[in-house]
């Protein structure tokens, strides 16, 4: 009892305290950002509406078709607007509706043969060949082939990898941010009742949402400095340009809760002093 009643103590056990809450603050931020952004599939769809990856997508499903085209004999042109933007959109919406929802993701490629098919028919009676002339397996292998081309650019690279631990992290991310604030809350509540004067609680209160703030508004200018982002190269620029926007996105929203953190740090000092003013 004595030692509780040691200033000296006193001081150490609630900076020891604020720390614990700051770390909570932490971590209750970053497992909700996580679970605001990477795993959630809303977010994603913005980040995709946002960005140019339905244009680069389209332009790259493109170049692979006529590379295979040309190999079959097809003009250049027969591409030109077959690849349907609107499709492509909601095949991928498909896709990451399975990849959320813990099924297999794949690609149902039956409308795209449909299309392709009928795009080879018009295109026989524009130049004038005989249907009969051609080879119907030639044309199978030929539609079999740019469906798997499809396919392959429609799935986003990597989440067929990562599905398992990503379903299995959602639900533990979840469950981890519930246990973090309720431990903040508890800790709140343990400084201001085992402060005497309420002033002293809100300055130790304030030392953890400083703390926060600073630390979380470190990562985003560590990372704009060390240009690590800039850096970052996958296969495709429709998939390169999803993964910085992504990345660049988390970061801005790390700072503006920095930002956050630091504006309550500001308003509690203000009531910080006010009541010291009144208490003395």
Known sequence: MKLLKNNKFQRFLHTFLSLMLAFCLVAVSLFTLLKCT???QSYLGEVLNNSDYYVDLCDEI???????????GLNKKFFDNFVDEVMVREDIQSYLDLFYSGQKPTVDTKNFERSLRSAIEKYEVNQGIDPKNVSEENIVYFINESA???SNNIKITYFN????DFLRWS???????????????????????TNKWKHKAIR????STAATGLFLI??????????????IAILTRSLNDLYISCLNNIFLNISVIAVIFLIISAVLIVIHNHLRKKST
Request: proline fraction near 2%; aromatic fraction near 20%; glycine fraction near 6%.
């Open 218 to 231: 470190v990562i985003p200018i560590g990372v704009f400095f060390s240009n690590i982002i800039s850096k």
């Open 38 to 40: 990477i795993f959630s």
């Open 161 to 164: 990898a990562i599905q398992r």
């Open 204 to 207: 130790y209160i304030y030392y």
């Open 62 to 72: 493109k170049a692979d078709l006529i590379d295979i085209g040309n190999a079959s």
């Open 148 to 150: 798997k081309i499809y």
């Open 171 to 193: 639900k533990k991310i979840l469950i981890y941010d519930l246990i973090f604030a309720a431990v903040g809350i508890g800790l709140v509540f343990v400084i201001f009742f």
